[in-house]
């Protein structure tokens, strides 16, 4: 019987001869059904299959750290992060992909790839971006259909933060004692529309680059848009490995309705106690 209308098949059919559903599609991991098709759905329940990206963590031997999640009312992950040790360097890249775009997942991941591999390579922070960029624009098949994405890069060494980015996906500075610190200006209008992103119909700009050389130790907090959302009045846990805070700021995220995507990445400079 197909998976999908129930009409009566034939062993060893490849298809349904009444609506065409390959029977050989993989299993659904809610209904049990043989109906996932090749866009990760559920032909019978509906459901978007659950994926690597859906919920996600790196952790650096130096104690950096990174934590992605789909969140509570999302049906996919749409963030992308790259965490990675260069030496004595630790880069990061995080990208948040426009929901009103195509394809905003797959913006936001090739976004991740081709920078934190151009950082990584030595190449400057306009150099990454302008890769990103490109990579991002190749998705897309005219400029009604451009996957879109924000974007913003750290490179952490030295005593120094190195920050790109455009869009409104932010960097905060987490001193070992007294408040945090926005590092970023978001690339909004009031309403809250973003004026900057990468993608085949964003404007050829330059990204913003900031350089910061903090005089105590702390921790550089990149996130997403599903955690600062939720951020005033909100006390950063201050104890802990930069894994355990960044997963309490994910339980805040969601306790607090969860309703994007989350991600967040912690990066110790100078001695960080806990």
Wanted: with cysteine; glycine share 10%; proline share 6%.
């Amino acid at each position: 019987m197909c998976p999908v209308c129930e009409a009566p098949v034939v062993a060893g059919d490849a298809y349904c001869e009444a609506c065409g559903h390959p029977l050989n599609a993989p299993v659904c991991a809610s209904c049990g059904a043989a109906a996932v098709d090749e866009e990760g759905y559920c032909e019978r329940c509906g459901l978007r299959q659950p994926t690597g990206r859906d919920h996600a963590e790196t952790v650096l031997d130096g104690g950096a750290a990174a934590v992605t999640d789909k969140g509570l009312r999302r049906s996919r992950n749409e963030d992308a992060v790259a965490l990675l040790a260069v030496g004595d360097t630790t880069v990061t890249v995080v990208c948040d992909g426009v929901g009103s775009s195509p394809r905003a997942d797959e913006a936001s991941a090739v976004a991740v790839e081709a920078a934190s591999a151009a950082l990584a390579r030595g190449l400057s922070q306009e150099e990454a971006f302008e890769l990103a960029g490109r990579a991002v624009s190749k998705l897309a098949t005219s400029v009604d259909d451009a996957p879109a994405c924000t974007y913003i890069a750290a490179v952490v060494g030295a005593g120094r933060v190195r920050l790109a980015w455009a869009g409104d996906t932010r960097a905060y500075w987490l001193p070992e004692a007294g408040p945090g610190s926005l590092l970023t200006e978001d690339d909004a209008i009031e309403t809250g529309e973003i004026t900057a992103w990468l993608g085949a119909d964003a404007d050829a700009a330059p990204p913003r680059v900031r350089t910061l050389t903090p005089d105590t130790p702390g921790l550089l907090l990149v996130c997403s848009d599903g955690l600062w959302r939720y951020l005033d009045g909100y006390a950063f846990p201050r104890a802990g490995a930069p894994v355990d805070r960044a997963r309490e700021m994910l339980r805040h995220a969601l306790d607090s309705g969860g309703q994007d995507n989350v991600t967040i990445a912690l990066i110790p400079l100078g001695d960080v106690h806990g």
